[in-house]
Nanobody, 115 residues
């Protein structure tokens, strides 16, 4: 079955960096676009960015220029490199994929940015 597992979250000071990973299994990773979402306490889930199967990425305006999504098809893993982190980036970050019209989510990883 499709499985997504995020890792790499933690506590970081404002201006710092983190790299999140999402390891996947159960589907043909190279054929699928992958998304990163985040949800802050008391807020709706927000799309952070998308990377296509071909490796092109698009980002939310709030993270553009600071975050980079990449993928390693050999490892079936998608990454989220986060730089110049701000306290407002504090959230649970989750990866997401649609496989055969079904949506799959990882459990997420907590990112906390202190001021």
């Amino acid at each position: 079955q499709v499985q997504l597992k995020e890792s790499g979250g933690g506590l970081v000071q404002a201006g710092g960096s983190l790299r999140l990973s999402c390891a996947t299994s159960g589907f043909i990773f190279s054929n699928n676009a992958m998304d990163w979402y985040r949800q802050a306490p008391g807020k709706q889930r927000e799309l952070v960015g998308v990377i296509t199967s071909g490796g092109s990425a698009n980002y939310a305006d709030s993270v553009k220029g600071r975050f980079t999504i990449s993928r390693d098809n050999a490892e079936s893993t998608v990454y989220l490199e986060m730089n110049s982190l701000k306290p407002e980036d504090t959230a649970v970050y989750s990866c997401h994929v649609v496989v055969r019209f079904r949506h799959y989510w990882g459990l997420g990883t907590q990112v906390t940015v202190s001021s």
